[in-house]
Nanobody
Framework: QEQLVESGEGSVQSGGSLRLSCVVS????????MGWYREAPGNERELVAR???????TYAEAVKGRFSISRDNHKNMVVLQMDRLKPEDSAVYFC?????????????????WGKGTLVTVSS
């Protein structure tokens, strides 16, 4: 079963930058969409940014123009570059991947999640 390993956890002051990375290991067949979601205390998990295998991107309105998502299909890696961070960006960030497994000549897709990495932005 695939595993998502995140890195880049940290604390910065408002206006600073952080870079989150996530690698999907034990991929059986293919990784489709990848992305980042976040969950702040008392809030539901929400989309931050998402990228398709063909590099089409989607961003939450709150992060457009400040965050950039990219991926390396050969490495099964997704990166979130976060610039001009604000205190309201503080949250646990979760890596997401939709993966496909080939079994008995059939493909099975499932959503996989990382354990989460903490981002803290102080004012």
């Amino acid at each position: 079963q695939e595993q998502l390993v995140e890195s880049g956890e940290g604390s910065v002051q408002s206006g600073g930058s952080l870079r989150l990375s996530c690698v999907v290991s034990e991929v059986n067949f293919r990784v489709n969409d990848m992305g980042w979601y976040r969950e702040a205390p008392g809030n539901e998990r929400e989309l931050v940014a998402r990228i398709t295998r063909g590099y089409d991107t989607t961003y939450a309105e709150a992060v457009k123009g400040r965050f950039s998502i990219s991926r390396d299909n050969h490495k099964n890696m997704v990166v979130l570059q976060m610039d001009r961070l604000k205190p309201e960006d503080s949250a646990v960030y979760f890596c997401y991947a939709n993966t496909e497994t080939l079994y008995n000549d059939s493909l099975y897709a499932r959503d996989a999640w990382g354990k989460g990495t903490l981002v803290t932005v102080s004012s």
